[in-house]
């Protein structure tokens, strides 16, 4: 899964697959760069899973101020698409 893949959920899929440990080695840290990739490309759910992560600090630095953008593009119904990339 790549930033060019053209469907949004394999993001959401392989983050998922690496937080639960399914047919992976469990990482969160994948994860959430899965979920960022996800989110990113504008996939409702894999934007909820990324500000979740960014708002607990789970596997990434806290930032409340992204996981709150994050949360704005879910309730305009927008995805994640306006999130800018973490370094």
Do not use: W
Request: hydrophobic share 25%; charged share 25%; net charge negative.
């Amino acid at each position: 899964v790549s930033a060019e893949t053209p469907d949004p959920k394999a993001g959401r899929y392989a983050g998922l697959m690496y937080e639960n440990g399914e047919g992976v080695e469990a990482d969160e840290e994948k994860a959430f760069s899965y979920y960022e990739l996800s989110a990113i490309q504008g996939d409702s759910t894999g934007t909820m899973y990324y500000g979740d992560y960014l708002l607990t600090g789970r596997a990434c630095e806290q930032d409340v101020e992204q996981s709150r953008l994050s949360q704005r593009c879910l309730s305009g119904n927008q995805g994640g698409q306006h999130l800018r990339q973490r370094p």
